[in-house]
């Protein structure tokens, strides 16, 4: 079964330090971009990082850039997100996802979006 | 930065009912990077469509997706029970590399 699975969500005071896991399995996790898209409380999704097969590209918001870092393990078949300098609007539910490509023989053309996800890992930052 | 724009907010229909779903981007988005997802509360988003309109695996066929340029539409033809929950378009780009849009709620009437 392809089914990716977060862990290391909690409660940090603003500031502070945490470290998100997410392991995967049931798919060749080094052959997919992976992204982490997190949820605040009762609003949208947000993307918030992703990282290439190889882990040579990564990409952030704009909001997390220079704080979180991105970052896998192919061995061990995990993503991770490593969150610094925690705020009150990081708090959210955090999502890893696989992203997909899908090749089209009718129109010749790649189409993308996120395939698996995990059922999200808590983070509530607040003193 | 494109900006994905989702009306209604909330769609109040009745089971049996047709459901039509606007997404618009503040500047043109190419279709194979459009996508729509659906969410239920308590659980993680789902993806419904690719590419603007072809569905994922496993995604019934009431579930449609059409649109171009910056305005994109996903049609759920006759609305089951398990069919209400939020639906979000999502696009993807260069910086950020993914956007999502607010969303829309399909709610019992």
């Known amino acids: 079964e392809v089914q990716l699975v977060e862990s290391g969500g909690g409660l940090v005071q603003p500031g502070g330090s945490l470290r998100l896991s997410c392991a995967a399995s049931?798919?060749?996790?080094?052959?997919?971009?992976m992204s982490w898209v997190r949820q605040a409380p009762g609003k949208g999704l947000e993307w918030v990082a992703n990282?290439?097969?190889?882990?040579?590209?990564?990409y952030y918001v704009d909001s997390v850039k220079g704080r979180f870092t991105i970052s896998r393990d192919n061995a061990k078949n995990s993503l991770y997100l490593q969150m610094n300098s925690l705020r009150a609007e990081d708090t959210a539910v955090y999502y890893c996802?696989?992203?997909?490509?899908?090749?089209?023989?009718?129109?010749?053309?790649?189409?993308?979006?996120?395939?698996?996800w995990g059922q999200g890992t808590t983070v509530t930052v607040s003193s | 930065e494109i900006v994905l724009t989702q009306s209604p907010g909330t769609l109040s229909l009745s089971p049996g009912e047709r459901a039509t779903l606007s997404c618009r981007a503040s500047q043109s988005v190419s279709s194979s990077y459009l996508a729509w997802y659906q969410q239920k509360p308590g659980q993680a988003p789902r993806l419904l469509i690719y590419g603007a309109s072809s569905r994922a695996t496993g995604i019934p066929d009431r579930f449609s997706g059409s649109g171009s340029g910056t305005d994109f539409t996903l049609t759920i033809s006759r609305l089951e029970p398990e069919d209400f929950a939020v639906y979000y378009c999502?696009?993807?780009?260069?910086?950020?590399?993914?956007?999502f849009g607010q969303g829309t709620k399909v709610e019992i009437k």
């Open positions: 999502q696009q993807y780009g260069s910086s950020p590399r993914w956007t």
């Open positions: 049931g798919f060749t996790f080094s052959s997919y971009w």
């Open positions: 990282i290439k097969q190889d882990g040579s590209e990564k």
């Open positions: 996802a696989r992203e997909s490509d899908f090749w089209s023989g009718y129109t010749k053309k790649y189409y993308y979006g996120m395939d698996v």
